[in-house]
């Protein structure tokens, strides 16, 4: 833990336990110390790459879900505009736009669709 997240070892031990020099404890002590510490710790998040916690993850989803059932009572949902940028892309940190393409006719889509299975 120590070679992998150092700073946030130190933060979580003194948050958590108050310990300003975790070294001192001794090798046992503090490894107990350290496999005790929570799952929403910055030791835990840095060591599981995780940017936010599972928590937050799952209000995320929430709160996408709730606005795209709200956005689909809407007439720009008909129209196919302005559907709401998801939250949880925002927490993720991989907020993108999605080109999306519609066709008037099958023959347009079956074109797009060739050109596609052809690797344009």
């Known amino acids: 833990m120590e070679a992998l997240a150092p700073d946030e070892l130190v933060c979580d ?29 910055r030791t835990c998040m840095a060591l599981n ?13 929430m709160a996408d879900s709730l606005q795209l059932l709200v ?25 993108r736009r999605r080109k999306v393409t519609g066709f008037a006719t099958a023959a347009e889509f079956e074109a797009a669709k060739a050109e596609i299975l052809k690797g344009g």
């Open 13 to 41: 031990m003194a948050e958590t336990y108050h310990v300003l020099d975790w070294r001192a404890l001794g090798l046992p002590l503090a490894a107990t110390l350290a496999g005790g510490l929570r799952e929403t710790s």
């Open 49 to 61: 790459h995780a940017p936010i916690t599972t928590d937050t993850l799952l209000l995320g989803a």
């Open 71 to 95: 956005w689909l009572k809407t007439k720009d949902s008909q129209h196919g505009r302005n559907r709401p940028a998801p939250v949880l892309d925002t927490l993720l940190g991989t907020a």
